[in-house]
């Protein structure tokens, strides 16, 4: 029979695969994903913040997951699908996005980059809060609060914290992921984890001087089947939290329909169970189990007898040695529910081949509560048995009560417990860097202005450069060439329009070569740039120095780059050198002449039109030309063609 492989390299996606979800994503401007994720983290925004791959953007992705879910790595690889991927609109395509995976993935990733950006640590506000339990909701509350300036204090019963996070088996939750999660939580602010710190009543704290305190201590009481010889059975958590201690071998029994008795089912045979059976009230198809979940068990053998009642356990030598069972049965077409389950007579089986058995019927809380003000609730000791995400949002949740408590504020309305759009105060929502390289030469950002009338005159840049742009190309300018504009560009010339709206500059090179000069001195941070032309006659001699001649002239002013505007006129009126890009033959020509006349040290950029079927042809001959002069800074630009 196939063991599955259960290596913790599968629970994360690949590269390939991470990219493949990030293109599924429709970044959804009402964001479903996020109204459906109880912690409200938005699925469209970290995986837009993720998608170009840098290291930066996915450690910014990251930071904004955990801001909304200090356990995001753990809810990652947990969250089943009936949260954030029930509502992705994608799987109206195909299937959703893979929201959990590609949320584990991305801070697993930024983890291996360094780690996710720091948050800020806030000032003390001089409050003390006592919370009981580190699961989840703990964990959610204490970040919050943390993150508020209070100092917390979480006393834990066990040895580890985490909650019941650290009894999901291995094969689905990365122990590490948990511990690295814990560390962000822990690093939010001023907090203490008190491990083997049992809590008989939270009055004690108060009286010691907290502030308020909360108490989320989960389900802690198995439920039980109220059978003689019970006491032989392993209940589950016991079982999940030492498997190796029971040494259950031979047949077992996991009586259990939901995702813990699969839980036991799964551990049970990785830790040398010869077979596996889950008896269940439920049929197959009311088990509470997602697909992903219930081909695990199938995939594992695990066998799987629906509809059953365990109604006896038999002991032998101090042991189980077998089980009686019988069949039960709900009315056609009932909805499933313990009240009306009937069992059926005359199905009674004794059932002698099981040599062990583990109870997962559920937990429940044990919690007597008190009404004494500065005491809250949070998680599944309250709300019953729910998941990760949702214990988190009500651990978030109830640190808003308290902090409103606190400050003696109105208590905060809150429409469900499990569902919470807290964020953490320290998320710094760091500006992506800007900074840009242009041919060696640092620029504060990567937007310019293109040539066009904002940069139609000293003034222009001038004003565009107080503004804070990092750079711009004066609009195109020549010397000595009859500019035509075919009409229909001017056609709506008045008053209300911008002088010359479109092609060329009015203004001599001349002049322009004047303004480059003033605005190089006086801005030398910021990337001044021309735009020009040359003649294009037939006559080659003619053309070549006229195009020579007007490099020349701006390469003499300090101008920190040259753009050749072989695109122009835009639109163009269909005669051969109209629009220069248009000829492939004619462009390398050109772009041959600039370049074997031009200076090394100022970048050429050569301005191609769209207007083509094929840009590709025009870009070849450009790179053939460009491979001939490795010495020369020249590129391609398709700015505003
Ligand atoms: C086997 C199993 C598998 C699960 N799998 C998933 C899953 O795949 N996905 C998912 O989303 N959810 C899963 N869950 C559910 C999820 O783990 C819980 O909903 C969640 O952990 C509840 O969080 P909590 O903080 O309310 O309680 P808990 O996580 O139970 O934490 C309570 C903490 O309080 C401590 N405590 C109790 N009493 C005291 C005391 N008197 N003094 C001090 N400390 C005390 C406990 O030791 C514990 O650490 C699973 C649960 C189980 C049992
Ligand atoms: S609903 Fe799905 S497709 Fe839309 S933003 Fe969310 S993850 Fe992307
Ligand atoms: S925390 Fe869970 S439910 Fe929320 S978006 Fe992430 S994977 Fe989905």
Redesign the pocket.
């Known amino acids: 029979m196939k063991k599955k492989s259960q290596s913790k390299e599968g629970l994360f996606l690949t590269d390939a695969q991470l990219k493949n979800e990030f293109a599924?994503?429709?970044?959804?401007e009402e964001?479903?994903?996020m109204d459906k994720c109880p912690a409200d983290c938005s699925?469209?925004d970290f995986?837009m913040a993720a998608r170009v791959f840098s290291a930066s953007d996915l450690k910014r992705s990251a930071a904004q997951i955990m801001k909304n879910n200090p356990l995001g790595g753990v809810c990652g690889l947990v969250c089943p699908d009936k949260f954030?991927m029930a509502?992705?609109?994608?799987k109206k395509f195909d299937a959703?996005?893979n929201?959990p995976a590609v949320q584990a993935t991305i801070i697993k990733k930024a983890r291996e980059l360094g780690g996710i950006a720091a948050f800020t640590r806030p000032r003390p506000n001089g409050k003390k809060v006592a919370v009981v339990g580190s699961g989840p909701a703990g964990l959610g509350a204490a970040a919050v609060l943390a993150q508020k300036g209070c100092k917390v204090d979480i006393f834990e019963k066990e040895k580890i914290a985490g909650g019941t996070c650290n009894w999901i088996p291995g094969f689905r939750l990365d122990k590490e992921m948990l511990a690295q999660d814990l560390e962000f939580a822990v690093s939010l602010g001023a907090i203490d984890i008190h491990l083997r710190s049992v809590v008989r009543s939270p009055e004690t704290l108060l009286k010691k001087g907290y502030d308020a305190v909360l108490v989320a201590v989960g389900l802690t009481e198995p439920i039980r089947l109220g059978l003689k010889n019970e006491e032989l059975a392993v209940p589950a958590m016991a079982y999940l939290k030492n498997p190796k201690k029971y040494k259950l071998t031979g047949r077992v029994a996991v009586i259990g329909g939901g995702a813990v008795a699969a839980d036991c089912a799964m551990v049970a045979r990785e830790n040398g169970a010869a077979a596996v059976e889950l008896l269940a009230l439920e049929s197959i198809g009311e088990m509470p189990l997602t697909p992903k979940e219930m081909n695990e068990l199938l995939e594992n053998g695990i066998e799987i007898s629906g509809r059953t009642r365990v109604s006896a356990m038999v002991k032998r030598n101090g042991r189980i040695r077998g089980l009686a069972t019988v069949k039960v049965a709900l009315a056609a077409g009932a909805a499933f529910n313990l009240q009306d389950i009937k069992e059926v007579p005359g199905t009674q089986q004794a059932r002698k081949d099981f040599m062990a058995v583990i109870v997962a019927i559920g937990s429940r809380a044990k919690v007597a509560r008190s009404d004494r003000p500065g005491i809250f609730y949070a998680g599944d000791c309250v709300n019953g048995p729910s998941t990760v995400v949702e214990a988190v949002a009500a651990g978030k949740n109830a640190a808003l009560e308290i902090d409103a408590w606190l400050r003696r504020a109105a208590k905060p309305a809150i429409a469900n417990r499990v569902k919470s759009s807290v964020e953490l105060h320290g998320y710094v929502a760091r500006p992506v860097p800007l900074e840009s390289d242009f041919f060696g030469r640092k620029i504060s950002t990567p937007f310019l202005l293109s040539a066009a009338p904002p940069t139609d005159g000293f003034e222009q840049m001038k004003m565009a450069y107080e503004a804070g742009w990092s750079g711009g190309i004066m609009k195109t300018a020549f010397d000595n060439i009859p500019i035509h504009i075919p009409g229909e560009y001017m056609h709506a010339f008045n008053d209300l329009t911008y002088g010359n709206c479109d092609n060329v500059s009015g203004h001599s090179l001349d002049r322009v070569c004047g303004e480059i000069e003033k605005l190089v001195k006086l801005f030398p941070d910021r990337l001044t740039m021309a735009s020009t032309g040359g003649p294009v006659s037939g006559n080659d001699e003619r053309d070549r120095a006229g195009w020579q001649n007007n490099t020349r002239k701006l390469e003499n002013t300090g101008v920190m780059g040259i753009e050749y505007s072989l695109s122009c006129p835009q639109g163009g009126d269909g005669s051969e050198g109209d629009i220069v890009s248009q000829n492939a033959a004619l462009t390398a020509k050109i772009v041959e002449w600039i370049l074997v006349g031009g200076s090394p040290y100022v970048p050429k950029l050569f301005k191609l039109t769209g207007a083509v079927t094929s840009i590709a042809v025009i870009v070849n001959a450009i790179s053939k030309v460009l491979l001939r002069h490795p010495e020369k800074k020249a590129g391609i630009t398709l700015a505003n063609t």
Request: glycine share 0%; proline share 5%; charged share 15%.
């Open positions: 599924k994503c429709e970044y959804c964001k479903p994903c699925a469209a995986i954030c509502a992705c609109v994608h959703a996005v929201i």
